[in-house]
């Protein structure tokens, strides 16, 4: 709520610098957040105090139910993402860890960089852990998470989605430190919008929030964007993202990790052969492909259980998956990339990404 806002930024104005290290959030509170967002903002929260006093007053003077539904829809609450929640994306993570966090955290070690970094790209195929990323450099930062979408913002909510743009931003604003992190933003920033296309407006406003966050000296706020048509951003526009990282689709070593994470609460029998097998079978796969599938599986056993026995069963009583239960349900999926896209990602990312 707009007052919990007010709390926040109250509790932020005090923050003092501690010590630099890998924050690791054991409990999933806002309380916990805040007293994590007092360690990583370095010594220089005073110079965002005027940001966030301007933003509190602009807030102020906002539609309140506009502001309320940004703070209950758009700012997250779930619980914090780890590093070791996200699988494979070696070296994505480490160039985010190195050239994005570390920057953040310690200002005064990286006083050689001109500006801090701002913003971040993260291309590739959809489903492989970029919303995940993001939450977890929130986590990792002690940071507000807000999340918007592109495609409800041009739908759902076309009429104020400009609004909506707004006051995500304000709201980051009050509650910095803040990651602001947009989804599929080639739909916002595409160069194929007729100039009557009301998404224009949408555009102009991001791009007009994009430029006072890279253009600012004081505030704590990091945007991250993700699209699976980078090609689709126009050149005159790349230059707003400061980092560009191509997310690839998961390797056998994380598909492994993923199906051992997802079956890690259930209980299975497969051997070592059988997982081979699986992390073979489910190549070209993106992470949210091989998760689907472990969910489909693991209920397997669950078939065939009268409805009336079902209330009753104990999960012990239970046979445990097999790789039969996963060989019934693969029919279901497919890669649902094709080579094709996969070796422009490989282009794209030759020629503008920062990590080759
Ligand atoms: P994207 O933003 O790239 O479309 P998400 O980060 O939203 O994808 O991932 C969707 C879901 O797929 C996640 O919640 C998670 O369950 C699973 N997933 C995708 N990639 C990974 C990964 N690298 N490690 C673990 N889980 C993953």
Redesign the pocket.
């Given at each position: 709520s707009y007052g919990s806002a007010k709390n926040s930024v109250g509790d932020l104005r005090t923050g003092e610098y501690n010590k630099f290290g890998s924050p690791i959030m054991s409990e999933h509170t806002e309380e916990h957040r805040q007293h994590l967002s007092h360690s990583l903002t370095g010594p220089d929260i005073g110079s965002a105090t005027s940001s966030i006093h301007a933003a509190e007053e602009q807030l102020k003077n906002s539609d309140s139910n506009l502001v309320e539904m940004v703070t209950t829809e758009i700012l997250q609450q779930g619980p914090p993402v780890d590093w070791s929640?996200?699988?494979?994306?070696d070296m994505a993570k480490a160039s985010i860890k190195e050239e994005i966090l570390w920057p953040i955290l310690r200002p005064d070690m990286f006083s050689g960089l001109a500006t801090l970094p701002r913003s971040l790209l993260?291309f590739?195929p959809?489903?492989?852990?970029?919303?995940?990323?993001a939450h977890c450099m929130a986590t990792q930062l002690g940071a507000a998470f807000l999340r918007l979408s592109s495609s409800a913002l041009v739908t759902k909510w076309l009429g104020e989605g400009d609004k909506i743009i707004q006051a995500s931003f304000l709201v980051a604003r009050c509650r910095q430190p803040a990651i602001v992190f947009i989804?599929e933003v080639d739909l916002l920033l595409s160069a194929q919008l007729s100039e009557e296309s009301p998404v224009n407006r949408l555009k102009a406003e991001l791009l007009m929030q994009l430029d006072s966050i890279l253009t600012s000296t004081e505030d704590h706020i990091l945007v991250v964007c993700?699209t699976n048509k980078p090609e689709e951003i126009p050149e005159s526009l790349r230059r707003y993202f400061t980092k560009r990282l191509l997310?690839p689709l998961?390797d056998g070593t994380?598909r492994h990790?993923?199906i051992s994470?997802q079956l890690s609460q259930h209980n299975y029998c497969l051997s070592d052969k059988e997982m081979s097998l699986l992390v073979q079978r489910t190549e070209g796969f993106?992470?949210?492909d091989?998760?689907q599938l472990c969910q489909e599986a693991v209920v397997g056993p669950l078939h065939g259980i009268p409805g009336t026995d079902l209330s009753s069963i104990h999960p012990a009583q239970m046979r445990p998956v097999s790789y039969q239960d996963f060989d019934n349900v693969f029919c279901k999926f497919q890669p649902s990339i094709s080579q094709k896209e996969l070796d422009m990602y490989t282009e794209w990312n030759k020629m503008f990404g920062c990590n080759q």
């Open positions: 929640d996200i699988a494979g994306l993260l590739g959809q489903g492989t852990g970029r919303t995940l990323l989804r993700s997310i998961p994380a990790q993923i994470q993106s992470g949210l091989v998760t």
